[in-house]
């Protein structure tokens, strides 16, 4: 009588250096920035649609009043930010998959990186230095 002889899945793949976490962080990112997200966009819309007056009342007027009130500049924010990481970290992902060649994968990941914090940079500029007494 004959046995195989079955190796472990992946036994001879042995790492070197130190085990990184990262991908597990990030895949509890997206989780946990989504369900955040969720909440943040979906009261945003039934506050300004429903509850503040609908759509035609959004002016110029009506932003300053409301970033006049540290919580809806941090409300904003929070939704600028987390709406930018996590729609970032998922265009990482997107370009790992099905980036073939290294130097393709860390040049689009560059530009993403730097299109990103452009973003975030500027939309945090803009509502911290808001001056509602233009003109």
């Known amino acids: 009588m004959t046995t195989l002889d079955i190796s472990a899945p992946r036994s001879g793949a042995k790492r070197s250096g130190q085990r990184s976490n990262f991908e597990l962080y990030s895949w509890l990112f997206m989780r946990i920035s989504g369900i955040i997200l969720v909440v943040l966009v979906l009261s945003h819309l039934v506050i300004m649609n429903l509850l503040d007056g609908g759509v035609q009342r959004i002016n110029f ?3 300053a009043g409301r970033w006049s009130s540290p919580f809806w500049q941090i409300w904003d924010l929070t939704m600028l930010w987390l709406a930018m990481l996590h729609g970032t970290n998922g265009m990482r992902t997107i370009v790992n998959d099905y980036a073939e060649r290294n130097q393709t994968r860390f040049w689009l990941k ?3 990186y730097t299109a990103s914090g452009f973003i ?3 939309g945090t500029l803009v509502i911290f230095t808001f ?3 233009i003109g």
């Open 120 to 122: 975030i940079l500027l």
């Open 61 to 63: 007027a009506f932003v």
């Open 110 to 112: 560059m530009a993403l």
């Open 131 to 133: 001056d509602p007494n």
